[in-house]
């Protein structure tokens, strides 16, 4: 019995100590999975190639991170979006005008740093501030399948700015598209997308409409242009660029060659900015789609636009719809477009110019060198005489009402043609010739 029971206590000895200095994983995973079994079958899942339901793994997944919105909701004191939850496996979220708030935004952040189905999230008027902004900053950092996010009308301010600006010169994120309209920036805000676009080679498409950038603003939005070498689409409309601004905006703007489409609508370009944007259009071959309508450009401005199409080969689409130019400041457009044989102008917007006979003959010979082109324009309206569509319900009640009646009582004006339908026979005539109107309209019978 003495020998027995020394025995007995080197196999326990054993048996606790064996797994420390073997290292088996094979040992790890039994003692791992043997206290629970629900751990048991996840691993199981995850680790099994021959499973037929393929979509398990991204269904399990996607449920952890509706449940890790739950709790980020629940410590932020939020309620959660059932939108959100809703579509999380969806590759667009729309969430504009939610009211989100910084905590609301920061929730929505924690559950998307590990999603990946999202590509486009929407975000706009949901008064997110710098917090919020903060927290999908740092989303973005860990998140490379989001590639198209909308933040506009935030407020964000110059605070927002700073935070999106020290993120933007990481490069360190797969996104290519970033609105950030009417979010209040101002000129300083304009120096920090300096840094940041200046440095920043991965973003294509940046909305900075709707703000209120001024002539120093556009100073440094053209210092930017100049320098960065990965934009594609920018949207400067709808700020307060003059002709100081606009003249800085076209010095970065010639040297640029990357940008493809530039809306630089609603803003103060005047003349001597269109004469700018006349140098850029002689150098710049990148830009084929420019919106420069309503900057009040006169036929002044327009020559020197004209100047710079005999000699651009790149440019497609111009719009300079409610610029205050003539039809002579329209043919110059026209003809300069004829006169340069590499053109690959495809539309001109001048649709608040009235034009002649005279202009559309001409035209027709552009169309004959460049038939690419369309050009939008405003012609003169032919006049119709007024026609009344009626339907005599008193017909469908009585058919003994007399038409006459029926016409004194609709009381059309003279000269108007009347069709009368619901009766056997459709009439149409003009009340002048056919109609004896009574001195008072009031005085007809109404007895059947």
């Known amino acids: 019995m003495d020998d027995d029971e020394p025995l007995e206590l080197e196999t326990t000895d054993e048996t606790e100590t064996q797994p420390t200095p073997q290292n088996s994983d094979e040992m790890l995973y039994c003692e791992f999975e043997a206290p629970s079994a629900v751990v048991k079958q996840k691993p199981a899942r995850e680790s099994?190639?021959?499973?037929?339901?393929?979509?398990?793994?991204?269904?399990?997944?996607?449920?952890?991170?509706?449940?890790?919105?739950?709790?980020?909701?629940?410590?932020?004191?939020?309620?959660?979006?059932?939108?959100?939850?809703?579509?999380?496996?969806?590759?667009y979220m729309n969430l504009n005008h939610h009211g989100l708030g910084p905590h609301g935004t920061?929730?929505?952040?924690?559950?998307?740093?590990?999603?990946?189905?999202?590509?486009?999230?929407?975000?706009?008027?949901?008064?997110?501030?710098?917090?919020?902004?903060?927290?999908?900053?740092?989303?973005?950092?860990?998140?490379?399948?989001?590639?198209?996010?909308?933040?506009?009308?935030?407020?964000?301010?110059?605070?927002g700015a700073r935070v999106i600006s020290h993120f933007l010169q990481r490069n360190a994120s797969s996104l290519l598209k970033l609105q950030l309209s009417g979010n209040n920036f101002k000129d300083e805000s304009a120096e920090l997308f300096l840094q940041a676009l200046s440095a920043n080679y991965r973003i294509q498409i940046v909305d900075l409409s709707?703000?209120?950038?001024?002539?120093?603003?556009?100073?440094?939005?053209?210092?930017?242009?100049?320098?960065?070498?990965?934009?594609?689409?920018?949207?400067?409309s709808w700020n307060h660029f003059c002709s100081r601004g606009a003249v800085a905006l076209c010095n970065g703007l010639r040297v640029n060659v990357t940008l493809k489409t530039l809306d630089l609508s609603m803003n103060g370009f005047g003349n001597e900015?269109?004469?700018?944007?006349?140098?850029?259009?002689?150098?710049?071959?990148?830009?084929?789609?420019?919106?420069?309508?309503?900057?009040?450009?006169?036929?002044?401005?327009?020559?020197?636009?004209?100047?710079?199409?005999?000699?651009?080969?790149?440019?497609?689409?111009?719009?300079?719809?409610?610029?205050?130019?003539?039809?002579?400041?329209?043919?110059?457009?026209?003809?300069?477009?004829?006169?340069?044989?590499?053109s690959k102008m495809e539309k001109l917007d001048i649709s608040n110019v009235l034009v002649s006979k005279q202009f559309m003959k001409i035209l027709d010979g552009v169309y004959a060198v460049h038939p690419q082109l369309h050009v939008v324009y405003k012609t003169h309206k032919t006049s119709v005489n007024k026609t009344i569509f009626l339907t005599n319900p008193v017909k469908l009640i009585q058919p003994s009402f007399s038409l006459k009646h029926l016409l004194l009582a609709?009381?059309?004006?003279?000269?108007?043609?009347?069709?009368?339908?619901?009766?056997?026979?459709?009439k149409s005539f003009r009340f002048a010739d056919e109609v004896t109107w009574p001195s008072k309209r009031w005085s007809w019978d109404l007895a059947l």
């Open 410 to 426: 609709l009381g059309p004006d003279s000269g108007d043609t009347v069709l009368i339908a619901g009766s056997r026979s459709s």
């Open 48 to 91: 099994s190639e021959t499973d037929l339901e393929i979509e398990d793994p991204e269904k399990y997944f996607t449920i952890g991170q509706r449940e890790l919105y739950m709790e980020a909701c629940k410590l932020l004191g939020v309620v959660p979006v059932s939108y959100f939850l809703q579509n999380m496996e969806e590759s």
């Open 106 to 159: 920061k929730a929505i952040a924690i559950a998307l740093v590990s999603n990946t189905t999202v590509i486009t999230l929407e975000l706009a008027d949901n008064c997110i501030m710098e917090e919020g902004v903060l927290s999908l900053m740092e989303m973005l950092q860990e998140n490379y399948y989001l590639h198209e996010m909308n933040i506009s009308d935030n407020a964000l301010g110059l605070e």
């Open 273 to 342: 900015g269109a004469a700018a944007l006349g140098e850029v259009l002689r150098f710049n071959s990148s830009l084929a789609h420019l919106d420069v309508s309503c900057n009040n450009i006169n036929n002044e401005g327009i020559s020197k636009i004209s100047e710079g199409l005999e000699s651009n080969d790149g440019l497609k689409f111009l719009n300079l719809f409610l610029n205050p130019m003539s039809m002579d400041g329209a043919l110059l457009l026209i003809l300069s477009i004829k006169r340069n044989p590499k």
């Open 210 to 236: 709707h703000n209120q950038f001024s002539d120093k603003g556009g100073e440094l939005l053209g210092q930017m242009l100049a320098l960065n070498v990965g934009l594609l689409s920018l949207d400067l």
